[in-house]
């Protein structure tokens, strides 16, 4: 007897924590996704945790109420019935308010089916609660959701997220995030010429002059390049500067939009011939 429950009781928990484990890995996936704070799957990881113990709690009081043996035994045991853990018993008949084992008898039903008898115990109360908290449940959901319309429907709660990775994505085009050297391409619009070249005379004139004709940095308007001409070395050089040679980087002060309107403006003034340029440094650059 104490080998069968031993084994059923591992079997069951086994089984429940193999038919609930998919839950769970979803629901825990669910919340790593969230990006900070208390996400939904947090939620809906505590609803599991509480139905995994409501399952545990009916699976305890079943196997421990579980008896196996023919009438005359039952009857004699009924008699003379011991209470085997008190604690438990105490448990049992606060969850359940079952009759006491002793008073069994009293309760036994007339009727006998090859050797079964039934027992008229009174519907445990927890069940009761469970069964009225789905009532109570079911008229706040149907109130907040179909009478006042208070929470969003599965299809609103779409379009909230969609709209709000929408402005995220807007947010992420204005700084340029998506921009690096290899995919940076020049602008040649007015408006983000005249925003490279606000960036520049803020930045730049310093050492390359307002014409970029050059003084402590190069000539940025000839054919000649130190570390490559085209918008993607530019990109790169003004990204992460030459720190040695004097030119910091510039990707903590610049976002990588303002480096390609800053990048594209240099690009902009090719073959301006300024004054007085600073003679040709680097190599001839004969890419785009
Ligand atoms: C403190 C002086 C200084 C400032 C300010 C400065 N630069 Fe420079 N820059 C340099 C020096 C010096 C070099 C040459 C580096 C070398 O010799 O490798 C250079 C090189 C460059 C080059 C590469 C030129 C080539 O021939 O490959 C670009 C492009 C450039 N700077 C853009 C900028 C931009 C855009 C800004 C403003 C956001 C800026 N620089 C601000 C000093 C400066």
Same mark, same amino acid.
């Given at each position: 007897m104490k080998l069968i429950k031993y084994f059923s009781t591992?079997l069951l /928990?086994?089984l429940?924590?193999?038919?609930?484990?998919?839950?769970?890995?979803?629901?825990?996936?669910?919340?790593?996704?969230?990006?900070?704070?208390? =996400?939904?799957?947090?939620?809906?990881?505590?609803?599991?945790?509480?139905?995994?113990?409501?399952?545990?709690?009916f699976a305890f009081l079943f196997l421990f109420g579980m008896k196996e043996v023919s009438v005359e035994e039952e009857e004699l045991q009924l008699k003379t019935a011991k209470?085997p853990?008190?604690?438990?018993?105490?448990?049992r008949? /606060?969850?359940t308010r079952s009759t006491p084992i002793e008073k069994e008898t009293d309760i036994l039903l007339e009727h006998e089916y090859d050797g079964i008898r039934e027992l008229n115990n009174r519907i445990p109360?927890?069940f009761?609660?469970?069964?009225?908290?789905?009532?109570?449940?079911?008229?706040?959901?149907?109130?907040?959701?179909?009478? /006042?319309?208070?929470?969003?429907?599965?299809?609103?709660?779409?379009?909230?997220?969609?709209?709000?990775?929408?402005?995220?994505?807007?947010?992420?085009?204005? &700084?340029?995030?998506?921009?690096?050297?290899?995919?940076?391409?020049?602008?040649?619009?007015?408006?983000?010429?005249?925003?490279?070249?606000?960036? /520049?005379?803020?930045?730049?004139?310093?050492?390359?002059?307002?014409?970029? =004709?050059?003084?402590?940095?190069? %000539?940025?308007?000839?054919?000649?390049?130190?570390?490559?001409?085209?918008? !993607? %070395?530019?990109?790169?050089?003004? &990204? %992460?500067?030459?720190?040695?040679?004097?030119?910091?980087?510039?990707?903590?002060?610049?976002?990588? !939009?303002?480096?390609?309107?800053?990048?594209?403006?240099?690009?902009?003034?090719?073959?301006?011939?300024?004054?007085?340029?600073?003679?040709?440094?680097?190599? !001839?650059?004969?890419?785009?």
């Open positions: 591992k /928990f086994s429940i924590f193999f038919l609930l484990s998919p839950m769970f890995i979803s629901v825990l996936a669910q919340g790593e996704t969230e990006s900070g704070g208390i =996400g939904e799957g947090y939620y809906n990881f505590i609803i599991l945790l509480f139905v995994l113990l409501i399952v545990v709690i209470v853990n008190k604690h438990l018993q105490k448990i008949q /606060f969850l109360p927890w009761n609660y469970l069964f009225i908290a789905t009532i109570i449940f079911a008229v706040i959901y149907f109130f907040d959701y179909e009478i /006042f319309k208070s929470s969003p429907s599965q299809i609103q709660e779409y379009n909230m997220e969609i709209q709000a990775a929408s402005l995220q994505k807007e947010e992420l085009m204005k &700084t340029g995030s998506f921009l690096d050297e290899n995919s940076v391409t020049v602008l040649d619009d007015i408006a983000s010429l005249n925003k490279g070249k606000e960036i /520049f005379t803020t930045n730049c004139v310093a050492c390359h002059r307002p014409d970029a =004709g050059g003084l402590v940095g190069p %000539n940025l308007t000839d054919d000649y390049w130190i570390h490559g001409g085209g918008i !993607k %070395n530019i990109f790169k050089t003004i &990204t %992460n500067g030459v720190p040695e040679k004097g030119m910091i980087s510039w990707k903590s002060q610049l976002n990588p !939009k303002q480096i390609q309107e800053v990048g594209s403006y240099i690009i902009s003034l090719y073959g301006t011939n300024p004054v007085n340029p600073k003679p040709p440094e680097g190599e !001839k650059y004969k890419g785009e």
